[in-house]
């Protein structure tokens, strides 16, 4: 169980953080990028439930979603060692089926895609494309990171699935895709 007492400890007034490890790296180190922006999805995240308070399924998966949000940042700021002292919060496999469940149960009431979709429609469905965004970031993060330092298979899953789910719920809150806005290309030349 988490328990904080003091939320300021100035142990990064000189530009380092502590890894759960407890090993000290640069705060603009690739791990410390990589589940900032874990963050920062999760933050879009609650900004898109203000708009899905009034739809119990959408915002409970949302709810899960932003849980995860922080075991991936977890798991991300805990680098992998050989004898940790203590089992490590990592994201697992359950998690990533979750969100493949979710997503084909989702986009089973969808029409067929005939354009690709721009951002807007209705606000809950704006605030998911930004956090899709946002989540791809991520994920960019997250696979520069593997390359020189390991990152888990199901982490790298969770948030390539993450962005797929964001996206099929965009749609989902607009109106079953109705009020998707379609891209037409070449239209304004």
């Not at 946002?134 to 948030?159: D, F, H, K, N």
Request: with cysteine.
């Amino acid at each position: 169980m988490v328990k904080l007492t003091r939320i300021y400890t100035r142990g990064g007034d000189r530009g380092e953080t502590s890894l759960g490890d407890g090993s000290r790296v640069p705060k603009h180190e690739s791990r410390v990028a990589a589940y900032g922006t874990i963050d920062e999805t999760n933050a879009v995240l609650g900004l898109v439930r203000l708009h899905t308070a009034g739809t119990p399924e959408i915002d409970a998966m949302l709810a899960r979603i932003q849980n995860d949000l922080f075991d991936l940042g977890a798991d991300l700021c805990t680098p992998e060692q050989e004898s940790p002292p203590y089992p490590p919060l990592r994201i697992v496999e359950a998690q990533v089926t979750r969100l493949e469940q979710e997503i084909d149960a989702l986009n089973a009431g969808l029409p067929a895609l005939e354009s690709f979709v721009l951002p807007g429609g209705s606000p809950a469905s704006a605030w998911l494309h930004l956090a899709r965004t946002v989540a791809r970031r991520a994920e960019r993060l997250m696979t520069e990171l593997s390359l020189t330092q390991p990152v888990g298979a199901p982490a790298l899953r969770y948030i390539n699935r993450l962005s797929d789910h964001l996206f099929v719920l965009s749609r989902v809150t607009n109106d079953q895709g109705r009020q998707d806005v379609l891209w037409k290309p070449g239209e304004n030349r």
